[in-house]
């Protein structure tokens, strides 16, 4: 059972940025990406960011494409959200989350992740 826990959200000014963790525990064998996922109060759960374990192959979401960014640290087995420029609209709870993306299919399809950590509240104000 792959299990992932996020951490690093907190409360910040318009501007500011934040870097979130998402460390990683378990067999690997059933994923090949990780990624991350928002989601504001009263909306639906998006992608943000992926990236393959293995390959380092990475996908951003055009929304954010400018201001944040994804990395791996295998060694540490942990993903990170390097986030800038923060808006009021990035506002929300941040889930890391692991799955198998088929081939040829779009990254962050959310049924496609089937392992998920508690999230970490990110607040812009």
Known sequence: QVQLVESGGG??????????????????????????????PG??????????????????????KARFTISRDNTRKTVYLQMNSLIADDTGRYYCAA?????GEWILTLHFYNFWGQGTQVTVS
């Open 43 to 64: 909306k639906e759960r998006e992608g943000v960011a992926g990236v393959h374990i293995s390959t380092g192959n990475k996908f951003t979401a055009e929304s954010v």
């Open 99 to 103: 799955g198998r993306v088929p081939y």
């Open 11 to 40: 409360s910040v000014q318009p501007g500011g940025s934040l870097r979130l963790s998402c460390t990683v525990s378990g067999p690997s064998s059933s994923i090949n990406y990780i990624s991350w996922f928002r989601q504001a």
